[in-house]
T-cell receptor, first 118, second 112 residues
Framework: GAVVSQHPSRVICKSGTSVKIECRSL??????MFWYRQFPKQSLMLMAT?????????EQGVEKDKFLINHASLTLSTLTVTSAHPEDSSFYIC??????????????FGNGTRLTVT | GNSVTQMEGPVTLSEEAFLTINCTYT??????LFWYVQYPGEGLQLLLK?????DKGSNKGFEATYRKETTSFHLEKGSVQVSDSAVYFC???????????FGEGTQLTVNP
């Protein structure tokens, strides 16, 4: 089946530094990928929609300059948390839809990245 | 707008017990409905789906039926196992576009 690889799985960084998270579709192409944030014992909050070759679409309340998204190819999207602070500590999950599938077909999720900012 | 409401957790059951996790939704169109499962420290995996009214999705002993009249998609399993312990998310996808709207998630713990 379709596989989405997310890297790293865990990262610890110091406050003020930047962290890049990669999301790759391994056996399919994805024009559109999604980035979610999940707080402990809570549901997933959609942060942004990543579109290959164009700017990402951010949800209301998500800071574009803080969460930089780049979708340079049909198999890779990156999320960079800039100038990270402890409140950015969270579980970040990416997902992608196979270009060959229909609009309501299921998303394929990465295994998530646990970010801890100290 | 669209929304998904799940029964509050956590849910704790003994092995071989019957499971029901309620899910209701609000949508303007005719969405597709999904159940995703998340094991500790992992991302989400699709468990089952239904794309139109009266469809029944099933996988690994889990079932859910798309009920348009009650706007529900309750998850059921006749006999749970310890390995079913996870967080379960109900979700819907709009008829156009690819956005998923998730419910709050329900933590299930199955004890031996």
């Amino acid at each position: 089946g379709a596989v989405v690889s997310q890297h790293p799985s865990r990262v610890i960084c110091k406050s003020g530094t930047s962290v890049k998270i990669e999301c790759r579709s391994l056996d399919f192409q994805a024009t559109t990928m999604f980035w979610y944030r999940q707080f402990p014992k809570q549901s997933l909050m959609l942060m942004a929609t990543s579109n290959e070759g164009s700017k990402a679409t951010y949800e209301q309340g998500v800071e574009k300059d803080k969460f930089l998204i780049n979708h340079a190819s049909l198999t890779l999207s990156t999320l960079t948390v800039t100038s990270a602070h402890p409140e950015d500590s969270s579980f970040y999950i990416c997902s992608a839809r196979d270009n060959r599938a229909g609009g309501n077909s299921p998303l394929h999720f990465g295994n998530g990245t646990r970010l801890t900012v100290t | 707008g669209n929304s998904v409401t799940q029964m509050e957790g956590p849910v704790t059951l003994s092995e071989e017990a019957f499971l029901t996790i309620n899910c209701t939704y609000t949508a303007t169109g005719y969405p597709s409905l999904f159940w995703y499962v998340q094991y500790p420290g992992e991302g989400l995996q699709l468990l089952l789906k239904a794309t139109k009214a009266d469809d029944k999705g099933s996988n690994k002993g889990f079932e859910a039926t798309y009920r348009k009249e009650t706007t529900s998609f309750h998850l059921e399993k006749g006999s749970v196992q310890v390995s079913d312990s996870a967080v379960y998310f109900c979700a819907l996808a709009e008829t156009s576009g690819s956005r998923l709207t998730f419910g709050e998630g329900t933590q299930l713990t199955v004890n031996p």
